[in-house]
């Protein structure tokens, strides 16, 4: 890593509990997420996953798509399940070069107009940082989890998430922005959210990542890969 990254990577996590809204139902339920930084910004492209100690089912059919359109990856960051594919169409006029160094899943796609590759599956949980090889600035991030309840957050730094029932889930939390040793912090440093009959929880993470030039930070980011 950079070490020039870590002004930008330090990282203030404290969790506040907004409000619970108690229903009677014993039921799927649903939990929304708000995640701020230091300034009271909204995060967007936060990855929310909820991580249950009872059995999970088996992956879901969501359609997963990493797309290029006018130079760019949308999403920016895409969390898929373990064991699920995704597509990389190219909605632009030009050729792209798909890639990714990562360790978790290593491919190289060349995408000309309207192509469709097959799909690639990511059986590995990680982080997986891709880029175009024709153009530098183009940057996403597949997040790979290991549980079907996650989401990101959208450009209200919100999140919902919809469980099958009430219980104990583990919370994980991650952005680009932040650093690994952080992510380790925020896995383990959050503590069970406890979900009740059929309860709506709203809980606000404060998470504070310090503000920099986003897109020459990214870039860097990804040539350590
Ligand atoms: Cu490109």
Same mark, same amino acid.
Request: charged content about 20%; overall charge negative.
């Given at each position: 890593?950079?070490?020039?990254?870590?002004?930008?990577?330090?990282?203030?996590?404290?969790?506040?509990?907004?409000?619970?809204?108690?229903?009677?139902?014993?039921?799927?339920?649903?939990?929304?997420?708000?995640?701020?930084?230091?300034?009271?910004?909204?995060?967007?492209?936060?990855?929310?996953?909820?991580?249950?100690?009872?059995?999970?089912?088996? %992956? $879901? =059919?969501?359609? /997963?798509?990493?797309?290029?359109?006018?130079?760019?990856?949308?999403?920016?960051? *895409?969390?898929?399940?373990?064991?699920?594919?995704?597509?990389?169409?190219?909605?632009?006029?030009?050729?792209?070069?798909?890639?990714?160094?990562?360790?978790?899943?290593?491919?190289?796609?060349?995408?000309?107009?309207?192509?469709?590759?097959?799909?690639?599956?990511?059986?590995?949980?990680?982080?997986?940082?891709?880029?175009?090889?024709?153009?530098?600035?183009?940057?996403?991030?597949?997040?790979?989890?290991?549980?079907?309840?996650? %989401? $990101? =957050?959208?450009? /209200?730094?919100?999140?919902?998430?919809?469980?099958?029932?009430?219980?104990?889930? *583990?919370?994980?939390?991650?952005?680009?922005?932040?650093?690994?040793?952080?992510?380790?912090?925020?896995?383990?440093?959050?503590?069970?959210?406890?979900?009740?009959?059929?309860?709506?929880?709203?809980?606000?993470?404060?998470?504070?990542?310090?503000?920099?030039?986003?897109?020459?930070?990214?870039?860097?980011?990804?040539?350590?890969?």
């Amino acid at each position: 890593m950079n070490t020039s990254r870590i002004p930008l990577s330090f990282i203030f996590l404290a969790i506040t509990l907004l409000g619970i809204v108690e229903t009677t139902h014993a039921a799927p339920i649903s939990t929304s997420f708000t995640i701020f930084d230091a300034e009271n910004t909204p995060v967007k492209d936060a990855v929310i996953q909820l991580i249950s100690k009872n059995p999970t089912p088996p %992956s $879901t =059919t969501r359609k /997963n798509e990493l797309s290029q359109k006018d130079k760019q990856f949308t999403p920016f960051v *895409l969390p898929i399940q373990r064991g699920t594919s995704i597509v990389f169409p190219n909605y632009d006029d030009i050729q792209h070069h798909v890639y990714s160094f990562s360790g978790i899943k290593k491919f190289e796609l060349k995408l000309s107009k309207d192509s469709k590759a097959n799909p690639i599956t990511f059986e590995k949980p990680g982080i997986v940082p891709v880029g175009c090889n024709i153009h530098d600035w183009m940057l996403a991030y597949i997040y790979v989890v290991d549980t079907p309840y996650f %989401s $990101t =957050t959208n450009s /209200n730094g919100s999140a919902t998430l919809s469980l099958p029932s009430d219980g104990e889930y *583990l919370i994980k939390i991650w952005h680009p922005r932040l650093p690994d040793e952080n992510v380790n912090y925020t896995k383990e440093g959050i503590t069970k959210i406890v979900a009740k009959d059929g309860t709506t929880k709203v809980i606000a993470l404060n998470l504070t990542i310090s503000t920099g030039s986003d897109a020459d930070e990214d870039i860097d980011e990804f040539e350590d890969y």
